[in-house]
């Protein structure tokens, strides 16, 4: 299936070209450490430099997700997050920004609860531009991604080091906005990938398909970004702003005074690795 | 994806799941595209040995040589007057080498890792049963193992817990979440991700993403096979109904599955209730649960409103676990097995009483059949025959019941 419709996705990664330069994509929780915290995270992050931000919609059972971020969606859920409250958050967003593409991850549970077709025109009328679904892969297409383009929403799929060749042209098959290469066979937040490894498999994906490549799991300084940002298009880092955010909790758990400064200034130093 | 839609037998309940490991609506391969590739894998590996007669001479070997099976199915005269009803048969997986019908399932997936030639095994348990099957079947072959356990299981179950350390397992405490078995699965998951060239994960229970929940039921169907031959040889006829426990499911689809197209046979799967199903301290994924995905499967889980997955609750470690394997809830919603649940107060009496009649101290998990059938049987007619799969032994639980009884161990002294 060709994708007929645009997002803002698109828009950004072609002005990013324009520009020659790869796009920063800043992974937050929805939510973390609570609501409202989390919503003044989510409104600075462009203007620290985010090109492309990733919502985590919290799960109990993050199985792809190492501790950082784990602890990140337990935050979120026992201050009280839901989908609803995460779906307001995005249109809160859109209140004061119409450019920075927002994409959804997360997994397929809450969604499935939320029922498909509700969650996807609720998204869609939030201003959400993808969905990034860790636990649906091309096999399971017919669940959410397929459903999704229909609605204008962009499916991205993973490719990870485990992707052969021989398997790509059906991960790539329904593809769209981008391409998220885990550049690691592992959890966020744990190992590093070697730049020339990565080099090697985003010509593998380069090879098959023109849609931008974002390259996350295990990039977490400014240098980590400013050398992904040389072979990739996109660069995304997750678990170090979230352990930002941990860093950031008063002893009781509750947000301390220099939280959203803090992850904010770290996003600023992390995009400027895109910026060199 | 092109999907292949196998004909579909009507008259037969046992050719499921199709291509794709769909029970119905249920199962599938909800995972990450990391561990998709080796999915495939096994799933390829499987089917190879299926169609391989070696393997499943293999398996029968060790079947026969090391779990020591057949089990018997042992007719329990004592419980039978007792109860003043049906007539009541054990099929005595308790007596398997380990102490339970987990074994089965090791051995035959552990000689699919070696066909595969990983050299690493990785494992979720609960009760430790399942834990303590993969460090023997490990140590039989010699393949270092890492087992995933709640910290909270670790506690309730440590006579388990050492055996597999002298096995030479790696015990890895989780402690995360619940701290119980869906954790334990979810650190598997994670271990999996991280080390996808040499690892195996042998799943302990008819769920996961396929092809896990078929070929853990096609293991296990040694159970239902040879009772199916023993009841004829002992009774000269098929039994009226059959009853088991029910965590993940396997034990239940192993005695269940070689009977599916005998309309006559009623199948009756106990769930724990915990401390009541209204208390919401259960472990009854079917009694009140809802679909939902997790661990690679689309399945009847325990959930909030928003999709969050609850922790379970029951005394027994085995059963504390908040989905059920895929083919169940197909068949909870065909109607063709029933899905009835007993509290852990009611486990623990069945505990004692079997105990006491028989002189077999089951697993806290199997208690939970017996409990059903502590209702159900005087309600029967003498003739209905009745096979309860007793899964386990209960010596690992023995510290459990003696808590619950405000008791302790050595006590007499
Ligand atoms: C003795 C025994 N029975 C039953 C179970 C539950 O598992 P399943 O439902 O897969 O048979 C367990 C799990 O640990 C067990 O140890």
């Known amino acids: 299936m060709s994708v007929k419709f645009e997002t803002r996705i698109d828009e950004t990664f072609r002005n990013l070209k324009a520009q020659g330069r790869a796009g920063f994509v800043a992974f937050i929780t929805a939510g973390d450490p609570d609501l409202e915290t989390s919503i003044q995270i989510l409104k600075g992050l462009p203007q620290a430099g985010a090109d492309v931000i990733e919502l985590g919609m919290p799960f109990s059972d993050p199985m792809a997700d190492g501790p950082a971020i784990q602890a990140s969606s337990l935050r979120a859920l026992n201050a009280g997050q839901t989908m609803i409250k995460t779906l307001g958050m995005v249109a809160d967003f859109r209140v004061s920004n119409s450019t920075t593409p927002i994409v959804l991850m997360g997994y397929y549970n809450p969604i499935y609860s939320y029922g498909v077709e509700k969650f996807l025109n609720d998204a869609k009328k939030a201003g959400v531009d993808g969905l990034i679904i860790v636990d649906l892969p091309p096999e399971e297409e017919a669940e959410l991604c397929l459903p999704a383009l229909n609605v204008g929403i962009n499916f991205i799929y993973l490719t990870a080091p485990t992707t052969t060749d021989e398997r790509l042209p059906a991960v790539l098959r329904h593809a769209s906005g981008f391409v998220y290469y885990v550049s690691i066979t592992g959890i966020t937040g744990t190992k590093k990938a070697a730049i020339g490894d990565i080099e090697k498999s ?3 994906i380069r090879a098959q398909s023109g849609l931008p490549i974002a390259v996350g799991f295990g990039i977490s300084t400014p240098q980590d970004v400013a050398d992904v940002a040389g072979v990739a298009d996109g660069v995304v880092v997750g678990s170090a702003l979230v352990k930002t955010i941990e860093a950031g909790l008063e002893n009781d758990g509750k947000s301390g005074p220099n939280l959203v400064k803090d992850v904010l200034s770290l996003a600023g130093e992390l995009a400027a690795g895109v910026r060199k | 994806m092109s999907k292949t839609i196998k004909p579909v037998n009507p008259n037969t309940l046992r050719t499921a799941p199709d291509d794709d490991g769909h029970f119905g609506i249920f199962g599938g391969r909800f995972v990450a595209e990391t561990l998709m590739p080796l999915i495939l894998d096994v799933e390829k590996a499987y089917s190879d040995a299926k169609a391989d007669p070696e393997f499943a001479k293999a398996v029968a070997y060790y079947f026969a ?124 998951m994670r271990d999996w991700v991280a080390n996808v060239e040499d690892t195996y994960y042998l799943i302990g229970t008819a769920a996961g993403p396929h092809p896990y929940p078929e070929m853990v039921r096609d293991f296990q169907c040694v159970i239902g096979n040879e009772v199916r031959d023993q009841i004829i040889q002992g009774e000269g006829r098929l039994p009226d109904t059959l009853v088991a426990c029910i965590g993940g499911g396997s034990n239940a689809l192993g005695l269940f599955h070689p009977f599916l197209d005998d309309a006559d046979i009623r199948m009756i799967a106990v769930e724990a209730a915990g401390k009541g199903i209204e208390t919401g301290l259960h472990a009854a994924s079917l009694s009140a649960g809802r679909p939902g995905v997790l661990h690679g499967n689309r399945t009847y889980l325990l959930q909030d409103d928003d999709g969050q997955i609850k922790e379970a609750h ?45 002189g077999i101290i089951p697993a806290l998990e199997s208690a939970h059949a017996i409990a059903h059938v502590i209702k159900l049987a005087p309600t029967l007619a003498k003739e ?20 619950h009884s405000g008791e302790k161990l050595g006590g007499v002294l």
């Open chain 1, 202 to 204: 985003l010509a593998r």
């Open chain 2, 65 to 188: 040589q090391y779990v020591g099976r057949p089990s018997p199915l042992y007719f329990a005269e004592r419980l039978t007057k007792q109860l003043g009803g049906a007539k009541i048969y054990l099929k005595r997986e308790d007596l398997n080498h380990t102490g339970a019908h987990k074994v089965n399932n090791c051995i035959g997936q552990i000689l699919l890792a070696r066909r595969m030639g990983k050299g690493r095994i990785i494992a979720e348990t609960g009760a430790g049963q399942h834990g303590v099957a993969t460090a023997t079947v490990c140590a039989l072959f010699d393949i270092p193992c890492t087992i995933y356990m709640g910290s909270k299981d670790i506690e309730r179950q440590a006579p388990n817990v050492y055996r597999m350390q002298m096995l030479g397992a790696e015990v890895k405490p989780v402690t995360v979440g619940s701290n119980s078995l869906k954790d334990a699965m979810n650190e598997a």
């Open chain 2, 314 to 358: 029951s005394i027994s470690a085995g059963l504390d676990y908040p989905g059920i394997g895929p083919e169940h809830s197909w068949l909870h919603d065909i109607g063709r097995a029933e899905y009835v649940s007993v509290t852990d107060d009611e486990a623990i009496n069945a505990f004692k009483l079997l105990t006491k009649l028989e």
């Open chain 2, 384 to 403: 209905n025959i009745i096979v309860i799969n007793l899964s386990g032994r209960g010596d690992k639980d023995l510290a459990t019941v003696a808590a």
